[in-house]
């Protein structure tokens, strides 16, 4: 839940931002319009200096907190340690290669899973009979952490790329497809009642009034499979891997390591923020349409 | 009036749901006809099944027993004859308002050119060409409304639907949307049934005031207004129309003292 939080704050954060900006010239009589809800947003434009700026000095605590419980002796690396070792991973590419071997796994796990869960979630959505077949073993599934699928995946598909993409592609298609099928279930039936009206037969309502409908949904679910992609990338790579983020920070564990655990660490947080914000641009692209409270 | 000769002819419709093991009776016996070219209002307290008599002439729902004719044949589905016009707009709100004026010229397969050209004329008509190219949550309640109304003319159906239209406005875009309609109306003259639970609104835009009663819902009173009378702001002041919005209000609000009374008789010709 806590994702779908946060992206209530982050609109709310970011829509004076970018409403102004996002007013195509074609719109421009609704800025002149009294009776018009837009008009009114840019004058809340001046206060978004203000988040930023408590963002970067919470960073700022937060490094300065680490730096002196580093410092009065806890078994952690001080800031400059792990920048210089992330320096050093960075000159000889091993940050690069073990980055790319876990981007690459994710992503293609989570490109598989968002595949078969959209499909899947609108045949469940539609059709009460599959949703019926189907929907035990979701539910079912969902309830198992993804995790505790990797021994029996490792038994059964060795231990090369199959069942690392096998886990994160179970977690993809998890997460996404319980969020497509609610995305089709909530369509408002005034819509598709509009639409028969206007004589859509059920092929045109689908294409036209479902499918767009529930984007927003859909990609609430990317977002939070993507999520559960990384998490469970991470954790694969800590049992089974030559290369990748989780298997450099599980070797540094048996050299005692600290800053490159930390280098890791921080990468991983890095890459998945990036990807976050990736999906996140996306998704306002896509659902511009919508009325947000 | 006969049957045969009838634009819209409801014939002892009756619709009941059930809810877990109750039954609800929404339309009890329900008869009405409506003459090509007339406007009729239903009005009627919540749950007296004016939403559901309105679903049924759609072809969204069926009736559990009667039948409901149109131009003399049964409603068996949605039809490009019948434009409906929904209380909550029902706007796709990922569509711009001329993309919704064009959907149900695209469904119907209407060339681009004239899909084009026919959508500009509606949108001028309801008054939003400055807005053609905005998401419907930009727009106020009256514009969505007017724009709903523009989608509906688009497909050009003969008869009009409207369940409360006008129920989310203020009362001074309603009375300006009520005027545009009648002017609209009194131009093309399609048939129209605009349901609505504002009497005022019923007796200044009716040829006929139909008042249902619920519990079960069914047909409780027929008032006819003289379709001689010009509607403007002096008929909406004047005694005539005070005296004809009485006698509709004590037949809406006043149902229940003579529900009893009626009782006996109204279920006897059944």
């Not at chain 1, 599934?141 to 021994?151: G, K, N, Q, S, V």
């Not at chain 2, 959907?103 to 084009?116: D, H, M």
């Not at chain 2, 040829?207 to 009663?213: I, L, P």
């Amino acid at each position: 839940m806590s994702v779908l939080d946060k992206r209530s704050a982050d609109q709310r954060h970011s829509r004076p931002e970018k409403e102004p900006g996002a007013l195509p010239g074609s719109e421009a009589g609704d800025t002149t319009a009294g009776d018009t809800k837009s008009a009114r947003e840019p004058s809340r434009s001046g206060r978004r200096g203000l988040p930023l700026a408590l963002n970067a000095v919470s960073v700022a605590l937060g490094i300065a907190l680490w730096w002196a419980l580093a410092s009065a002796g806890f078994k952690l690396p001080t800031p400059p340690e792990v920048v210089s070792r992330a320096g050093t991973l960075i000159s000889d590419g091993t940050l690069a290669d073990d980055a790319l071997a876990s981007l690459t796994r994710v992503l293609i796990g989570f490109a598989l899973g968002t595949a078969v869960a959209v499909p899947v979630g609108f045949l469940m959505g539609w059709y009460g009979i599959l949703r019926g077949l189907i929907e035990p073993w979701i539910q079912f599934f969902r309830t198992i952490p993804p995790l505790a699928i990797i021994p029996l995946a490792v038994v059964a598909m060795g231990i090369d790329e199959t069942p690392k993409i096998f886990v994160i592609f179970l977690a993809a298609f998890l997460a996404c497809v319980i969020s497509t099928f609610q995305g089709v279930v909530n369509v408002d039936r005034t819509l598709i009642n509009a639409a028969r009206v206007l004589g859509a037969g059920d092929a045109t309502i689908f294409a036209r009034v479902v499918v767009p409908a529930s984007t927003p949904f859909i990609l609430v679910g990317m977002r939070v499979g993507l999520g559960s992609a990384w998490a469970t990338l991470v954790a694969a790579e800590l049992i089974a891997a030559q290369e990748g983020l989780g298997y450099r920070m599980q070797n540094a564990q048996l050299y005692y390591d600290l800053p490159t655990i930390f280098v890791g660490l921080i990468s991983i947080g890095i890459l998945g923020l990036l990807m976050d914000r990736v999906l996140l641009l996306a998704e306002r692209r896509l659902t511009r349409w919508q009325e947000r409270r | 009036m006969t049957s045969t000769e009838a634009k819209i002819s409801v014939q002892h419709v009756t619709k009941t749901f059930s809810l877990g093991r109750e039954t609800f009776t929404a339309l009890d016996d329900v008869s009405l006809d409506i003459a090509n070219h007339e406007f009729v209002t239903v009005v009627g307290p919540s749950g007296c099944g004016k939403s559901t008599l309105m679903n049924i002439l759609a072809g969204l729902e069926t009736p559990t027993a009667g039948r409901a004719l149109v131009d003399g044949a049964p409603v068996s589905g949605p039809g490009p004859e019948r434009g409906v016009i929904f209380q909550q707009y029902a706007l796709f709100p990922w569509l711009t308002v001329r993309q919704n004026v064009e959907f149900g010229l695209r469904t119907t397969g209407v060339p681009k050119a004239e899909r084009r050209a026919r959508a500009e004329h509606f949108i001028e008509l309801v008054g939003l060409e400055r807005f053609a190219d905005a998401l419907p949550k930009t727009l106020s309640g009256g514009m969505r409304q007017r724009c709903a109304i523009a989608r509906a003319y688009a497909v050009d159906p003969s008869i009009l639907l409207m369940d409360e239209p006008f129920g989310a406005l203020d009362a001074l875009t309603r009375v300006k949307l009520q005027e545009q309609l009648l002017k609209t109306w009194s131009q093309d003259k399609r048939t129209v049934l605009f349901i609505t639970h504002d009497v005022d609104e019923a007796v200044f835009l009716a040829n006929r005031v139909v008042v249902m009663a619920a519990r079960p819902g069914r047909v409780y009173d027929v008032i006819d207004v003289d379709p001689a009378i010009v509607r403007d702001e002096a008929f909406r002041l004047s005694p005539e129309f005070a005296a004809l919005r009485n006698r509709v209000w004590h037949s809406v609000y006043h149902q229940e003292g003579r529900t009893a009374a009626l009782s006996g008789s109204h279920s006897s010709p059944s």
